[in-house]
């Protein structure tokens, strides 16, 4: 199944209730919901407090927590209570990442890693047995709107040959141009901030995705 993550970055800041209303009536939902801390991404984007505001206004919601931050083991229990369903740490950041994502599943919440564009697949290899969700930056992170780097895609096709069965999500620049070329490659999450929340017809985003599946 191929699914679509919205991503929050790109809504309507002033109206966050009736774009995730939205989203969800149209069936979707797994909401892509970018943390940054203006250390590791040049930006900042959304608190703890603001995904529980989301989780208890949208119980149904399945909030994918993508966090760009320099320490996000400091962080995890905070997003677990505030509702994560998905927490996701980029490798760059852990010389080891087996603590923190034990610390996750520890959380009762799944466990993802990120890579931005220039770290290797190579450099996951040896986590594919424990991780739920691998995220693919096909952007370098901290902006929505920017352009999708094709080359990234070997690291997906890589992934699968390595016999990884988990999530593989790609973020950044994802639209339905591209889609059928990620999906074939062996990604099975589009997370998609400016191709969802700006398109003129939101229903066709999610029908074409359902297509792909
Ligand atoms: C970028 C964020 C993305 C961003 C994607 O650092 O991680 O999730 O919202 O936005 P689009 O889909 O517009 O490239
Ligand atoms: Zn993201």
């Known amino acids: 199944m191929i ?8 809504a309507d800041l002033l109206n966050l209730e009736s774009e995730i209303g939205d989203m969800l009536s149209r069936g979707v939902t797994r909401l892509h919901f970018d943390v ?8 900042l984007s959304f608190s703890p407090e603001l995904c529980a505001a989301v989780k208890a206004r949208f119980p149904e919601c399945r909030l994918d927590v993508h966090l760009m931050m320099d320490n996000p083991g400091k962080y995890l229990k905070t997003f677990a209570e505030a509702g994560a369903d998905i927490l ?17 599943k520890a959380l009762g919440v799944k466990c993802g890693l ?6 290797l697949a190579d450099t996951l290899t040896k986590y594919l047995d424990m991780l739920d969700n691998i995220l693919i930056m096909t952007v370098e992170p901290g902006f929505g709107g920017q352009k999708f ?8 096709r890589l992934l699968r ?22 999906t074939d ?7 998609m901030g400016t191709s969802f929340f700006h398109a003129q017809d939101r ?8 297509e792909l599946s």
Do not use: C
């Not at 940054?36 to 930006?43: E, G, K, Q, S, T």
């Not at 780097?149 to 997906?156: G, N, Q, S």
């Not at 490659?185 to 997370?191: K, M, S, T």
């Open 114 to 119: 990120s890579v931005k564009p220039a770290t």
């Open 185 to 191: 490659a062996g990604a099975n999450v589009l997370v």
């Open 3 to 10: 699914e679509l993550a919205p991503s929050l970055l790109a």
């Open 88 to 104: 996701t740490v980029h490798q760059e950041v852990l010389p080891d990442a087996r603590p923190i994502l034990d610390a996750i």
């Open 161 to 182: 040959a390595w016999g990884y069965k988990g999530d593989i999500a790609v973020d950044g620049g994802v639209t339905l141009d591209n889609a059928r070329q990620i």
């Open 36 to 43: 940054m801390d203006a250390h590791f991404v040049p930006n």
């Open 203 to 210: 229903d066709l985003v999610v029908r074409s995705v359902k």
């Open 149 to 156: 780097m094709v080359d990234m895609l070997d690291k997906i």
